[in-house]
C-alpha cells in the first residue's frame, strides 16, 4: 500500500469503483480505493440491476443516459462482463392522473432525444404478456431500460481502473481522518496511513459514519428493501422461445411494484407504504455480505395489486426474497460534490439507484475534482442542497417519506409534510392564524397563498389549474392596484465587509459594485463563463456589502466564496440564514405606506429607485432596498427576528387606509412572470452563458479580468447559441410546469443540437417478435433533426412559467435558439402540454409596465 497518493477513494461499491475509474480516465492515476471488507459489500452485491434514463431532474437524467451508454465501453476496455440485458420497458398508468404524468415524461424527452413512446395497455401485454391490460388506461414504452449483473459491473469498474493505474486496497477499514494544516489529509486505516490530496466519501451503507469523522452529518439513511424471484414459469420460457428474446421491464405505479425477467422467471421489488428505515442512528461496521429477514407481511398489501394487475405471477413459487439495506438521500437523488467548509473533502452517496447513476456520478464528481466544475448542471445531486437544518432525525422522517412515495406522482403544487415545520419565521402563527397555505423553501415555512376565510387552507393537488387560481389572482390584483406586504425570510442574506471587499466582489461579480447607498443586480460565472448565480448587492458602507440571493443555493454560493477568499485576511464573509429575516411591501401605494412608518422622507427624490438605506421601520431597526421582485413599486425591509411581529403589525395598521393585503409565493412568482424576471435554477442555471440566459445589461466586460470574464466576452463575439425568452401560451386550463418541449415551424431549417441523445437503444417488438411502429434505437441524431412533425420540430424547452394574473395571460420562460429569439410571428410556436401542442408566441416586452416606469415611482 502506498503511503502518499494524490487521491483516496473510500468505499468499494459501484459508485466508489466509478469515481475511481473515471478518475483514472481523466489521468489522475496516483490515486488509492480503501475498501473494508471485499468490492461490493455493503448494498450494490445485492442490489436488483435494473438500470434507465428516465429522471425527473432532466440534467440528471442526462447522467443516467451516459452511465447506460457506458457499459458496453467499461466492458471493452476492463474484459469483465456486465451481463447487459437492454430489455427495454414499460411504465403503466392506472388512472388518468398518472397517465398525465407519463404524457409530462415522454414530453420531457423529447428535447433529451429519449425514444419513448405512449402505448396502449394491449401494445404493453404484447410485451410482457403476465399482466391483465384491462387495470391500466395507458402507458409509455422506454427502449433505453434494462438491466445487469451488479458484482460484475463493480468488478468492471474496478478493473478497468486498475489498467489505468489506480490502485485498490482489500479489507482495511479506514478508523479516522485528518486535516494537515496545508488542506492534505491523514487517511488513518488498519493497515496503515495514507496521506492524500484529497479525500472522497464513498461509503454507501458508511457515508454517514465517515462523514461524521469530519465533523458532517450527512442527510443520507439506509431503507430495507425487498424483492423476490419466482420459480421458473412455464409462461416466461414459452415466450423467450416464441418470440427469441427476454419479457421487457415493467413499473407500475399503483402497485409501487416493479418487475422484469430473471433468468425463466420473475423478480419482483416493491417500494412499499409500510417501510422500514435500517440502522438509522449509526451503521455496525461489521455488517458485510449478509441480508435482513424477510417480511412479506409488510409488501403484501403492495403484492396483493401486483397480483391483480400481474396474475400469471400470482401462481409462480417465490424461490428467494431479498432484503437488503440501501442508501436515500431527503429527495431520493445523489449526494455529490465538494464539502462547504472543508478543503478536498468530497462525497458521491445517497446513489440509491447505482446502476442508473453510478457512471454519471463517476464522471462528474472527476470532471469536478480535475478541471473544477462537474461540466454538467449536477444541481438535482449536490450536496450543497442541504442546510444544517437537514439533520438526522429530519433526514430519518424525510428519506422514509420519499421512499413511501417512490412511485406516487409528485403535483407541481404538492407540499410534503414529512419534518415540517423545521424552520419557522417570528411570523407562522401569525401566517397560519390567517389561513395561509404554507410551504417549505429550504426547510423554512413560507405562506404560499392565503385561503378565504371559513375554508380549510390546503391545495387540491393537481396538474391542472386548482383551487388557489382564484385566490392568488385575488393577491397579484391588489398589489397592482393597492398594496400588498409578504415575508422574504426565505431569501438568502450575507455580508462581505473588510479592506478588499470591494475587490473580491468585482473580481466574482459581472456588474460594477455600487456606490454608498446604492444597489445594483449582477450574475456570477464559473471559471467557463456560465451563470452560477443572480444577485442583489447592496453598498452599506465604505467596506461593508449587503448581498440578497436564491436561499436554495446558500451552501453552494458559500463554497464558491470561501473558494475565492484572499489569503490576507482582507474580506470577511457571513451568512444569516435565519437570523436576518424580511417583509416585502409593493404597489402603488407603497411608497406612501412606507412614509407613515419611518420618520425620514422617503419621497421619489429622496429615495430612489435602486437606493439602500438604514433606517428604523415602526419603531425597529432595519434595512430597506428599494426594489422587488414584483417589479413594481416597491421596498424590501431587513430586520432581525426579535423586530419582525414589530414590522408587521406597524405595516398592517398604517396599510389599512390603502386597502393592504397580504400575499404569497405565488403571487409573486406571478408577477415576475409578467416583467421576464427570470429565477435562479430555472432560467439561470450552470448551462447556461449570461447572454444566452439575457443577462446582457449587467455584464460589464470592460470593468475587470472578472471570473468568466474571457468565456463571456467570447460568447458575445461569437453570438450566443440559445436565448433565454418569454412566451405567452393559449393554455386551456393547465400552465406550464417547466421542462416541456417548445416546438417551432421550421421548414426543414436544422439548428444543431437542442438535447442530450443516446447512441444506442432497444427496439420494441409486437406480440410476433417484429419491430412495430419504427421505433428502433435512437442514432445520435439531435433532438432538434429526430423530433419533429412534418415541418414542425422540438427547438427548445421551459424553464419555468404560469400564469400572470394582472394581464391575464398563461406565460413561458424557456430557452429557443437565438436567431429564433424575437421572432413574435403567430404560428411561429406550440408548447405541448400534458400531450397537448398549444400555440405560443414570443412576448420581447414585459407584458407589465414594459419601460419600468412604475418601479421607479
Known amino acids: 500500500m502506498k503511503s502518499h497518493v494524490k487521491a483516496v477513494v473510500i468505499g468499494g461499491g459501484v459508485v466508489g469503483c466509478s469515481v475511481l475509474y473515471h478518475l483514472a480516465r481523466a489521468g489522475w492515476t496516483d490515486i488509492m480505493l480503501i475498501e473494508r471488507s471485499e468490492l461490493t459489500s455493503g448494498s450494490s452485491w445485492h442490489a436488483a440491476g435494473g438500470f434507465h434514463t428516465l429522471n425527473g431532474d432532466p440534467n440528471v437524467a442526462k447522467l443516467q443516459a451516459y452511465t447506460v451508454q457506458l457499459y458496453k465501453e467499461l466492458e471493452e476496455i476492463s474484459g469483465q462482463s456486465c451481463s447487459l440485458h437492454l430489455t427495454g420497458g414499460v411504465m403503466m398508468a392506472d388512472t388518468p392522473e398518472r397517465m398525465d404524468f407519463l ?7 423529447r428535447y433529451l432525444g429519449m425514444d419513448t413512446e405512449l402505448i396502449t395497455p394491449s401494445e404493453a401485454k404484447a410485451m410482457f404478456p403476465l399482466m391483465d391490460e384491462t387495470n391500466f388506461v395507458g402507458a409509455m414504452w422506454d427502449p433505453v431500460e434494462g438491466h445487469l449483473d451488479p458484482s460484475g459491473t463493480t468488478i468492471a469498474y474496478s478493473k478497468a481502473a486498475k489498467k489505468l493505474g489506480a490502485e485498490i486496497v482489500l479489507r482495511n477499514p479506514v478508523r479516522e481522518l485528518t486535516q494537515q494544516p496545508d488542506g492534505t489529509w491523514n487517511v488513518i486505516t488498519q493497515q496503515g496511513v495514507v496521506h492524500a490530496e484529497h479525500v472522497v466519501n464513498c461509503g454507501g451503507l458508511w457515508a454517514r459514519e ?24 412455464p409462461e416466461v420460457e414459452a415466450f423467450n422461445r416464441e418470440t427469441g428474446r427476454e419479457m421487457v421491464g415493467v413499473l407500475d405505479f399503483k402497485g409501487e411494484i416493479y418487475t422484469r425477467q430473471e433468468r425463466n422467471g420473475i423478480l419482483l421489488g416493491t417500494y412499499e407504504k409500510a417501510c422500514k428505515p435500517w ?34 405471477i400470482e401462481k409462480a413459487g417465490i424461490k428467494q426474497i431479498i432484503n437488503g439495506p440501501f442508501t436515500f438521500a431527503p429527495d431520493g437523488n445523489p449526494l455529490v460534490g465538494p464539502v462547504q467548509g472543508l478543503t478536498n473533502f468530497w462525497v458521491a452517496c445517497g446513489v440509491m439507484a447505482g446502476f442508473s447513476q453510478g457512471g454519471g456520478v463517476g464522471l462528474a464528481l472527476s470532471n469536478w475534482m480535475v478541471n473544477g466544475d462537474p461540466g454538467f448542471d449536477v444541481w438535482g445531486m449536490d450536496v450543497a442542497r442541504w442546510g444544517e437544518w437537514a439533520s438526522l432525525r429530519y433526514t430519518n422522517a424525510k428519506v422514509r417519506e420519499n421512499y413511501s412515495r417512490r412511485f406516487s406522482i409528485r403535483f407541481p403544487n404538492e407540499e410534503l409534510p414529512a419534518a415540517r415545520p423545521a424552520q419557522t419565521t417570528p411570523l407562522y402563527d401569525v401566517m397560519v392564524a390567517q389561513n395561509a397555505v404554507m410551504g417549505d423553501s429550504w426547510g423554512l415555512e413560507t405562506p404560499l397563498w392565503f385561503a378565504p376565510k371559513g375554508t380549510e387552507p390546503k391545495d387540491i393537488v393537481s396538474f391542472h389549474r386548482s383551487n388557489d387560481f382564484g385566490q392568488v389572482g385575488a393577491e397579484v390584483r391588489a398589489v397592482r392596484e393597492k398594496v400588498g406586504v409578504t415575508e422574504i425570510a426565505n431569501f438568502a442574506k450575507y455580508e462581505v465587509s473588510g479592506s478588499g471587499s470591494e475587490d473580491f466582489l468585482n473580481r466574482l461579480m459581472t456588474n460594477r459594485m455600487p456606490k454608498k447607498g446604492r444597489i445594483v443586480l449582477t450574475p456570477m460565472l464559473n471559471e467557463f463563463g456560465k451563470l452560477i448565480g443572480d444577485f442583489t448587492i447592496a453598498r452599506a458602507g465604505d467596506e461593508r456589502f449587503m448581498i440578497f440571493g436564491s436561499s436554495a443555493a446558500q451552501k453552494y454560493h458559500m463554497r464558491w466564496f470561501e473558494k475565492h477568499l484572499p489569503k490576507d485576511g482582507s474580506v470577511r464573509i457571513h451568512r444569516f440564514d435565519q437570523t436576518l429575516v424580511g417583509l416585502s411591501i409593493a404597489g402603488p401605494k407603497a411608497q406612501a405606506l412606507l412614509q407613515k412608518l419611518v420618520d425620514e422622507d422617503v419621497s421619489t427624490k429622496a429615495f430612489k429607485f435602486m437606493d439602500f438605506r438604514e433606517m428604523a421601520v415602526g419603531g425597529a431597526p432595519a434595512m430597506v ?57 430555472r432560467e439561470l442555471r450552470p448551462i447556461y452563458g449570461p447572454f ?10 470592460e470593468k475587470n479580468d472578472f471570473v468568466g470574464r474571457d468565456a463571456a466576452a467570447k460568447e458575445k463575439a461569437d453570438g450566443p447559441k440559445l436565448r433565454r425568452v418569454s412566451l405567452i401560451v393559449d393554455a386551456l386550463d393547465a400552465d406550464v410546469m417547466g421542462d416541456e418541449p417548445i416546438w417551432a415551424k421550421v421548414n426543414g431549417k436544422d439548428f444543431g443540437a437542442v438535447g442530450k441523445t443516446h447512441d444506442f437503444g432497444a427496439p420494441r417488438f409486437d406480440a410476433t417478435g417484429k419491430p412495430v411502429r419504427g421505433s428502433t434505437a435512437a442514432t445520435g441524431a439531435s433532438a432538434v433533426r429526430g423530433i419533429h412533425d412534418g415541418e414542425w420540430s422540438v427547438v427548445g424547452w421551459v424553464t419555468s412559467g404560469g400564469y400572470a394574473h ?21 404560428g411561429m410556436f406550440e408548447i405541448e402540454i400534458l400531450g397537448h401542442r398549444r400555440p405560443a408566441r414570443i412576448n420581447v416586452q414585459p407584458l407589465f409596465d414594459p419601460a419600468g416606469e412604475k418601479m421607479r415611482g
Open 103 to 109: 404524457r409530462l415524461a415522454h414530453a420531457k424527452g
Open 210 to 233: 465517515i462523514g461524521r469523522m469530519v465533523g458532517v452529518e450527512l442527510p443520507v439513511l439506509a431503507m430495507e428493501h425487498m424483492y423476490l424471484l419466482t420459480e421458473p414459469m
Open 692 to 701: 444566452e440566459g439575457a443577462m446582457d445589461r449587467f455584464i460589464r466586460l
Open 806 to 826: 394582472f394581464v391575464e395571460k398563461s406565460l413561458a420562460q424557456g430557452y429557443v435558439p437565438a436567431e429564433l429569439a424575437e421572432n413574435e410571428s403567430e
Open 625 to 681: 432596498n428599494r426594489v422587488t421582485y414584483t417589479g413594481d413599486l416597491g421596498y424590501e425591509i431587513w430586520m432581525q427576528p426579535a423586530y419582525q411581529r414589530l414590522v408587521y403589525a406597524a405595516i398592517k395598521a398604517a396599510g389599512q387606509e390603502f386597502g393592504i393585503v397580504d400575499f404569497g409565493m405565488r403571487a409573486l412568482l406571478s408577477m415576475r412572470l409578467e416583467k421576464n424576471f427570470p429565477t435562479w435554477f
Open 279 to 312: 440502522s438509522p442512528v449509526n451503521t455496525p461496521w461489521d455488517f458485510g455480505h449478509e441480508l435482513l429477514p424477510p417480511d412479506l407481511d409488510r409488501i403484501a398489501p403492495s403484492l396483493e395489486i401486483g397480483f391483480k394487475h400481474f396474475p400469471g
